[in-house]
């Protein structure tokens, strides 16, 4: 393998590493949500929230708009943002009809 083929290995490798710990933080993000709709049915509050969700949502694009020397799209944050958001409220319904 040329020095370049290794060097592309190591930058991938990198990435997947980076991708496991994403997958990692996204369960716990899904733990954290799964208590925290168990304190909101304690406290007989519904489980969406959608003054919750947009703060959530624009804390994201605040972060891309303060990173824009990384190439970091607004756009793109919002729309991970919302499904992140939009996957919790499903698994947290279908969960509840169990």
Known sequence: MSSEENKLEEIRKKIDEI???IVDLLI????????AKEEKIRMNKPVRNRQ???EVIEKWCA???RGEDWNLSEEMMKKIAELIIEYTLKMEIEEGNE
Do not use: C, S
């Open 28 to 35: 716990k993000r899904v733990q954290y949500a799964k208590q």
């Open 63 to 65: 972060r891309a708009r």
């Open 52 to 54: 919750r969700e947009n």
């Open 19 to 21: 991708d496991a710990e």
